[in-house]
């Protein structure tokens, strides 16, 4: 890391009230890395929600710290750990909610929690899809995002482009209402 950018880094941890920032550019890396940063926060043993790290709210750049102090309350108020790593270049956060998936209340807390992060994204202009779209996780948070015709749309082209609905059957468009938190 060149002079600059330590202290370009330096800045940008103060700035935002990080611990600290990764700048190691080895993605493929990206899990392993985020469950060593993770484990000393509270439970080493404990599984990772969302399954993978690769969920991702984008907010816009100049509220990084704010989506950041409102996960830290949102994990206070729910009782369990909340890590982020993102992406301070574009606004891209990965929030991952640490909970143990045979504990029921554990569980239901993570859920909700991850809800409120969403909420907390999207309030200031941000988006659920982010750099990895909407997936699982986050295909009930698309409609309050888009709205119910743009919904619509979105529905008709998939419907166009694929329809025997091959294609990654029940991602961003859900075929029936959720009536439970999916299975770990």
């Known amino acids: 890391m060149t002079t600059t950018t330590a202290t370009w880094v330096a800045e940008l941890t103060d ?54 102090d409102g996960c830290d309350r949102i994990a206070e108020d729910r009782g369990l750990v909340v890590g982020v ?3 301070a270049g574009d606004g891209n956060m990965h929030p991952t909610v640490v909970f143990d998936p045979a504990d029921d209340d554990q569980r239901t807390r993570a859920f909700g929690a991850f ?6 994204g999207l309030a200031p202009g941000g988006t659920t899809t982010g750099e990895h779209g909407v997936g699982v996780l986050k295909v009930d948070w698309l409609e309050r995002e888009i709205g119910p015709v743009a919904l619509d749309v979105h529905r008709s082209i998939k419907a ?23 299975a770990p």
């Open 160 to 182: 166009a482009l694929d329809p025997a609905g091959l294609l990654n059957p029940g991602t961003v468009f859900r075929a029936g209402p959720r009536t439970a938190p999916p």
């Open 15 to 68: 700035a935002v009230g990080a611990d600290g920032v990764l700048t190691d550019v080895d993605v493929t890396a990206s899990y392993d890395r985020d469950q060593a940063m993770l484990a000393p926060a509270g439970t080493p043993a404990a599984v990772v929600f969302p399954r993978r790290t690769d969920d991702v709210v984008a907010v816009p750049r100049s509220r990084i710290g704010q989506f950041l």
């Open 115 to 120: 809800d409120d992060i969403l909420e907390l």
């Open 85 to 87: 790593v993102g992406h």
